[in-house]
């Protein structure tokens, strides 16, 4: 069944590091693929996401390209934050599944 | 703000109660969906409901129902309410129902069940 693997968390990092969180999935047919982000209290806001193979997904200075042959959607973020601390989702929606299948979360703490 | 919009936003109950929650999907939009967050489950799909109808299930305890109404807000009951049913209960919608679409979340009613 369709399925998405993440990165394990928790990831620290200096703020202007470099991110990236891993995230790979297994599906039937083409799904789309998103990146969810749920800051301190908050539901989970749609981050970007990515319809295609080849497509890139960017939105706030984050990215993840949709690779179709190593099944994977990694997020990325040249410099980050300490805004940016919170729990990133993986998940991917497919037209076989009404629902969205969603990683364990990795949760994010950029330390100043 | 994503426009989905659910009461309450905390609830706390006793062993063997029921409770409501009550989820408003984004204007326009005739599917919700239910989700569960817990600690040691992650997001789990629960149910979701399109334009009045059950579409689909997931992991949705007998205990639990849901219903979507002609204004198509949607409300999830659970009862029989056990220690373990605390976690954080979100509604997403959509336009369509399809899996491959953007669902848009709201901001979680937070149960804790004692």
């Known amino acids: 069944g369709d399925s998405v693997t993440q990165m394990e968390g928790p990831v620290t990092l200096s703020e202007e590091a470099f991110l990236t969180i891993n995230c790979t999935y297994t599906?039937?047919?083409?799904?789309?693929l998103f990146w969810y982000v749920q800051y301190p209290g908050e539901g989970l806001q749609l981050l970007l996401k990515?319809?295609?193979?080849?497509d890139k997904g960017s939105n706030k200075g984050f990215e993840a390209t949709y690779r179709k042959e190593t099944t994977s959607f990694h997020l990325e973020k040249g410099s980050v934050q300490v805004s940016d601390s919170a729990v990133y989702f993986c998940?991917?929606?497919?037209?076989?599944?009404?629902?969205?299948?969603f990683g364990t979360g990795t949760r994010l703490t950029v330390i100043p | 703000d994503s426009g989905v919009t659910q009461t309450p936003k905390h609830l706390i109950t006793a062993t063997g109660q029921r409770v409501t929650l009550r989820c408003s999907p984004r204007?326009?939009?005739?599917?919700v969906y239910w989700y569960q967050q817990s600690l040691d489950q992650g997001l789990q799909f629960l149910i979701q409901?399109?334009?009045?109808?059950?579409?689909a299930k997931g992991n949705i305890l007998e205990r639990f129902s849901a219903q979507q109404f002609p204004d198509l807000h949607s409300e999830l009951n659970l009862s029989s309410l056990e220690l373990g049913d605390s976690a954080l209960y979100f509604c997403?919608?959509?336009?369509?129902?399809?899996?491959?679409?953007?669902?848009?979340f709201g901001p979680g009613t937070r149960l804790l069940v004692l």
């Open positions: 997403a919608s959509s336009g369509g129902g399809v899996g491959a679409e953007t669902q848009y």
């Open positions: 599906a039937t047919g083409y799904p789309s």
């Open positions: 990515a319809t295609k193979a080849d």
């Open positions: 998940a991917l929606g497919s037209s076989g599944a009404n629902n969205l299948f």
């Open positions: 204007s326009g939009d005739l599917s």
């Open positions: 409901y399109y334009n009045g109808e059950e579409r």
